[in-house]
Protein backbone atom coordinates (compact mmCIF):
# COMPACT_ATOMS: atom_id res chain seq x y z
CA UNK A 1 0.00 0.00 0.00
CA UNK A 2 1.50 3.35 -0.95
CA UNK A 3 2.24 5.41 2.12
CA UNK A 4 3.21 9.15 2.57
CA UNK A 5 4.64 10.40 6.12
CA UNK A 6 5.33 14.11 6.09
CA UNK A 7 7.50 15.85 9.06
CA UNK A 8 9.13 18.47 10.01
CA UNK A 9 6.33 21.12 10.81
CA UNK A 10 6.76 23.26 13.76
CA UNK A 11 6.13 26.88 15.13
CA UNK A 12 8.26 29.53 13.46
CA UNK A 13 8.74 33.42 13.84
CA UNK A 14 7.59 35.39 10.62
CA UNK A 15 10.83 35.23 8.49
CA UNK A 16 12.18 31.96 9.98
CA UNK A 17 12.78 29.00 7.57
CA UNK A 18 11.67 25.49 8.08
CA UNK A 19 12.28 22.21 5.47
CA UNK A 20 9.70 19.42 5.35
CA UNK A 21 10.31 16.33 4.67
CA UNK A 22 7.58 13.69 3.29
CA UNK A 23 8.59 9.93 3.36
CA UNK A 24 7.15 7.58 0.69
CA UNK A 25 6.73 3.70 0.95
CA UNK A 26 4.71 1.31 -0.77
CA UNK A 27 5.30 2.09 -4.58
CA UNK A 28 8.14 2.94 -6.72
CA UNK A 29 8.82 6.80 -6.07
CA UNK A 30 10.96 7.66 -8.49
CA UNK A 31 8.51 6.46 -10.95
CA UNK A 32 5.90 9.14 -9.65
CA UNK A 33 5.64 13.12 -9.44
CA UNK A 34 4.73 14.45 -6.24
CA UNK A 35 3.63 17.84 -4.85
CA UNK A 36 2.90 19.73 -1.70
CA UNK A 37 -0.49 20.90 -0.71
CA UNK A 38 -1.47 22.91 1.96
CA UNK A 39 -4.50 23.88 3.93
CA UNK A 40 -5.41 26.87 6.15
CA UNK A 41 -7.32 26.73 9.47
CA UNK A 42 -10.80 26.40 8.93
CA UNK A 43 -9.52 26.70 4.85
CA UNK A 44 -10.13 25.22 1.93
CA UNK A 45 -7.18 23.08 0.13
CA UNK A 46 -4.21 24.96 -1.91
CA UNK A 47 -1.67 23.61 -4.84
CA UNK A 48 1.93 25.05 -3.12
CA UNK A 49 4.43 23.09 -5.52
CA UNK A 50 5.08 20.43 -7.63
CA UNK A 51 8.54 18.17 -9.08
CA UNK A 52 8.24 16.04 -11.82
CA UNK A 53 9.94 13.07 -12.64
CA UNK A 54 13.52 14.54 -13.71
CA UNK A 55 13.50 17.41 -11.20
CA UNK A 56 11.24 20.11 -13.16
CA UNK A 57 9.53 22.36 -10.51
CA UNK A 58 6.45 24.55 -10.16
CA UNK A 59 5.21 27.03 -7.54
CA UNK A 60 2.21 28.61 -7.05
CA UNK A 61 2.47 32.79 -6.79
CA UNK A 62 1.96 32.82 -3.19
CA UNK A 63 5.56 31.15 -2.04
CA UNK A 64 7.30 31.80 -5.59
CA UNK A 65 11.14 32.82 -4.25
CA UNK A 66 10.45 31.85 -1.13
CA UNK A 67 9.75 28.00 -0.81
CA UNK A 68 11.90 25.28 -2.84
CA UNK A 69 10.80 21.77 -3.47
CA UNK A 70 13.14 19.09 -3.55
CA UNK A 71 13.54 14.93 -4.28
CA UNK A 72 16.04 12.59 -3.32
CA UNK A 73 15.03 9.59 -5.19
CA UNK A 74 17.45 7.27 -3.39
CA UNK A 75 16.04 8.38 0.15
CA UNK A 76 12.60 7.84 -1.40
CA UNK A 77 11.65 11.24 -0.34
CA UNK A 78 10.47 14.67 -0.76
CA UNK A 79 10.94 18.16 0.81
CA UNK A 80 10.09 21.59 0.45
CA UNK A 81 12.11 24.79 2.62
CA UNK A 82 10.42 27.27 3.35
CA UNK A 83 11.61 30.50 3.71
CA UNK A 84 10.97 33.83 4.61
CA UNK A 85 7.45 32.41 5.90
CA UNK A 86 4.67 34.84 6.80
CA UNK A 87 1.68 34.63 8.96
CA UNK A 88 -0.34 33.59 5.92
CA UNK A 89 1.48 30.13 4.98
CA UNK A 90 0.57 28.55 8.43
CA UNK A 91 -1.23 25.35 7.58
CA UNK A 92 -1.58 21.78 7.11
CA UNK A 93 0.90 20.82 4.37
CA UNK A 94 0.15 17.81 2.68
CA UNK A 95 2.28 15.64 0.62
CA UNK A 96 0.70 13.76 -2.46
CA UNK A 97 1.73 11.76 -5.19
CA UNK A 98 0.86 12.95 -8.43
CA UNK A 99 -0.50 16.40 -8.49
CA UNK A 100 2.50 18.03 -9.69
CA UNK A 101 1.56 19.50 -13.10
CA UNK A 102 -1.61 19.95 -15.46
CA UNK A 103 -3.09 16.28 -16.41
CA UNK A 104 -2.08 14.59 -12.90
CA UNK A 105 -4.40 14.65 -10.13
CA UNK A 106 -2.82 13.86 -6.35
CA UNK A 107 -4.03 10.59 -5.74
CA UNK A 108 -2.17 9.36 -2.36
CA UNK A 109 -1.84 12.06 0.59
CA UNK A 110 0.25 11.86 4.00
CA UNK A 111 -1.83 12.99 6.76
CA UNK A 112 -0.10 16.11 7.27
CA UNK A 113 2.34 18.40 8.92
CA UNK A 114 1.37 21.57 11.01
CA UNK A 115 3.50 24.53 10.32
CA UNK A 116 2.74 27.66 12.50
CA UNK A 117 4.17 31.10 11.92
CA UNK A 118 3.76 33.24 14.91
CA UNK A 119 5.79 35.67 16.90
CA UNK B 1 -6.26 30.66 -12.36
CA UNK B 2 -9.26 28.22 -12.51
CA UNK B 3 -11.80 28.88 -10.24
CA UNK B 4 -14.10 26.52 -9.07
CA UNK B 5 -17.24 27.27 -7.11
CA UNK B 6 -19.20 24.57 -5.58
CA UNK B 7 -23.03 24.55 -4.41
CA UNK B 8 -24.52 24.20 -2.47
CA UNK B 9 -22.44 24.96 0.92
CA UNK B 10 -24.46 22.73 2.90
CA UNK B 11 -26.53 20.00 2.11
CA UNK B 12 -28.71 18.42 4.48
CA UNK B 13 -30.01 15.19 3.74
CA UNK B 14 -30.79 11.93 6.10
CA UNK B 15 -29.05 8.58 5.74
CA UNK B 16 -30.74 6.71 2.46
CA UNK B 17 -31.13 9.94 0.30
CA UNK B 18 -29.52 11.03 -2.88
CA UNK B 19 -26.83 13.74 -2.86
CA UNK B 20 -26.17 15.48 -5.66
CA UNK B 21 -23.37 18.50 -5.45
CA UNK B 22 -22.04 20.48 -8.20
CA UNK B 23 -18.85 22.39 -9.28
CA UNK B 24 -18.86 25.21 -11.59
CA UNK B 25 -15.76 26.24 -13.06
CA UNK B 26 -15.06 30.07 -14.30
CA UNK B 27 -13.80 28.57 -17.67
CA UNK B 28 -13.85 25.18 -19.34
CA UNK B 29 -12.20 22.34 -18.57
CA UNK B 30 -10.89 20.35 -21.47
CA UNK B 31 -9.49 16.90 -21.30
CA UNK B 32 -12.00 15.67 -18.54
CA UNK B 33 -9.33 16.78 -16.02
CA UNK B 34 -11.69 17.23 -13.01
CA UNK B 35 -11.60 15.36 -9.57
CA UNK B 36 -13.61 14.82 -6.29
CA UNK B 37 -12.27 14.65 -3.17
CA UNK B 38 -13.75 13.59 0.21
CA UNK B 39 -12.27 14.76 3.91
CA UNK B 40 -13.55 13.52 6.97
CA UNK B 41 -12.83 15.54 10.01
CA UNK B 42 -9.59 15.38 11.00
CA UNK B 43 -8.40 13.72 8.10
CA UNK B 44 -6.80 14.01 4.88
CA UNK B 45 -8.61 14.09 1.45
CA UNK B 46 -9.43 11.12 -0.26
CA UNK B 47 -9.67 10.77 -4.09
CA UNK B 48 -12.89 9.46 -5.15
CA UNK B 49 -13.79 10.23 -9.16
CA UNK B 50 -10.78 11.31 -11.22
CA UNK B 51 -10.71 12.17 -15.01
CA UNK B 52 -14.50 13.61 -14.08
CA UNK B 53 -15.81 10.43 -13.95
CA UNK B 54 -13.47 7.88 -12.89
CA UNK B 55 -13.96 5.99 -9.44
CA UNK B 56 -10.98 5.78 -7.84
CA UNK B 57 -9.93 2.22 -6.42
CA UNK B 58 -11.82 0.99 -3.65
CA UNK B 59 -14.16 3.52 -3.83
CA UNK B 60 -18.27 2.40 -4.00
CA UNK B 61 -20.13 2.65 -6.91
CA UNK B 62 -22.55 4.99 -5.39
CA UNK B 63 -20.30 8.02 -5.93
CA UNK B 64 -20.28 8.76 -9.37
CA UNK B 65 -19.30 11.76 -11.34
CA UNK B 66 -20.88 13.48 -14.43
CA UNK B 67 -20.09 16.71 -16.57
CA UNK B 68 -18.28 18.69 -18.98
CA UNK B 69 -17.42 21.83 -19.95
CA UNK B 70 -17.74 24.39 -16.91
CA UNK B 71 -20.04 22.30 -15.36
CA UNK B 72 -20.00 19.02 -13.08
CA UNK B 73 -22.05 16.95 -10.58
CA UNK B 74 -20.75 14.32 -7.84
CA UNK B 75 -23.92 12.45 -6.70
CA UNK B 76 -23.95 9.84 -4.05
CA UNK B 77 -27.09 7.63 -4.97
CA UNK B 78 -27.55 6.45 -1.05
CA UNK B 79 -26.22 8.18 1.97
CA UNK B 80 -24.25 5.62 4.08
CA UNK B 81 -23.13 7.12 7.74
CA UNK B 82 -19.50 7.28 7.15
CA UNK B 83 -20.22 9.54 4.05
CA UNK B 84 -21.24 12.54 5.81
CA UNK B 85 -17.69 14.98 5.03
CA UNK B 86 -16.83 17.79 3.05
CA UNK B 87 -16.50 17.72 -0.42
CA UNK B 88 -14.23 19.11 -2.76
CA UNK B 89 -13.88 19.49 -6.55
CA UNK B 90 -10.03 20.03 -8.12
CA UNK B 91 -8.91 20.80 -11.69
CA UNK B 92 -5.50 19.78 -12.82
CA UNK B 93 -6.16 21.13 -16.12
CA UNK B 94 -3.91 24.13 -15.90
CA UNK B 95 -1.39 25.71 -13.34
CA UNK B 96 -2.11 26.45 -10.03
CA UNK B 97 -4.38 23.48 -9.49
CA UNK B 98 -7.65 24.53 -7.70
CA UNK B 99 -9.87 23.77 -5.57
CA UNK B 100 -13.70 24.90 -4.85
CA UNK B 101 -14.27 25.89 -1.68
CA UNK B 102 -16.53 22.14 -0.39
CA UNK B 103 -19.53 21.27 0.02
CA UNK B 104 -20.51 20.05 3.63
CA UNK B 105 -22.78 16.93 3.53
CA UNK B 106 -24.45 16.90 7.04
CA UNK B 107 -26.72 14.80 8.59
CA UNK B 108 -29.98 16.09 8.81
Known amino acids: EAQLVESGGGVVRPGGSLRLSCEASGFSFDDHGMSWFRQGPGKGLEWVSGINLIGDTRYADSVKGRFIISRDNAKKSLYLQMNSLRAEDTALYYCTRGGHFTSWYPGVWGRGTTVTVSS | EIVLTQSPGTLSLSPGERATLSCRAS???????LAWYQQRRGQAPRLLIYDFSTRAAGIPDRFSGSGSGTDFTLTISRLEPEDFAVYYC?????????FGQGTKVEIK
Open chain 2, 90 to 98: LQYDSLPQT
Open chain 2, 27 to 33: QSIRDRY
